[in-house]
């Protein structure tokens, strides 16, 4: 069974950063690429910032230059740290594990979300 577990949420000040990481265990094989997705109150899901097993990284323009995600396969890790941090950041920070290749995906799945909360 694929579980993706997040963590390093939590509260920071406008400015600040944290480091969130997410560790995936279970029939995980083949990674096409893992992610992390966002969602505010009221908003619907977006991407934050995804990464192919290949090495292709995709950014939301909205955290280009202040976010940077990077993967650890050795233990199936992937991390969003988080720098000038700003109060439109606040959301469900979730993790999202993409399985297959580019050609034939198999699935996605999805973690339990990571709160990040910003204060001004």
């Known amino acids: 069974q694929l579980q993706l577990v997040e963590s390093g949420g939590g509260l920071v000040q406008a400015g600040g950063s944290l480091r969130l990481s997410c560790v995936a265990s279970?029939?995980?094989?083949?990674?096409?690429?893992m992610g992390w997705y966002r969602q505010a109150p009221g908003k619907q899901r977006e991407l934050v910032a995804t990464e192919t097993t290949s090495g292709n990284t995709n950014y939301a323009d909205s955290v280009n230059g202040r976010f940077t995600i990077s993967r650890d396969n050795t233990k199936n890790t992937v991390y969003l740290q988080m720098n000038s941090l700003k109060p439109e950041d606040p959301a469900v920070y979730y993790c999202?594990?993409?399985?297959?290749?580019?050609?034939?995906?198999?699935?996605?799945?999805w973690g339990r979300g990571t709160q990040v909360t910003v204060s001004s």
């Open positions: 999202k594990l993409e399985r297959g290749t580019r050609t034939f995906p198999i699935g996605y799945y």
């Open positions: 279970g029939t995980i094989f083949p990674i096409y690429a």
